[in-house]
């Protein structure tokens, strides 16, 4: 079975709200909720790291290289 979209799993995730809103929500629902939630957080959590690091090696990179407010305040050269 392939992973769904994840334009799949928004409207997934729109649906099990509309249901909680009417009812409560069975045992399995409330799983494939908490579920749902986690992998929309994961994805969240990934795309700030990648806008923070860039590539997962940037960190160390970013630890290497000289301050670079510093060289556009002219402090460093």
């Given at each position: 079975m392939s992973r769904p979209t994840i334009a799949m799993q928004n409207a997934r995730i729109r649906e099990l709200d509309a249901i909680r809103c009417a009812r409560p929500l069975t045992d399995a629902e409330a799983r494939e909720a908490d579920h749902l939630a986690a992998c929309a957080y994961h994805r969240i959590y990934r795309a700030q790291r990648a806008e923070?690091?860039?590539?997962?090696?940037?960190?160390?990179?970013?630890?290497?290289?000289?301050?670079?407010?510093?060289?556009?305040?002219?402090?460093?050269?």
């Open positions: 923070r690091w860039g590539h997962p090696t940037a960190r160390a990179r970013a630890r290497q290289a000289p301050d670079r407010e510093a060289i556009s305040q002219g402090q460093m050269r």
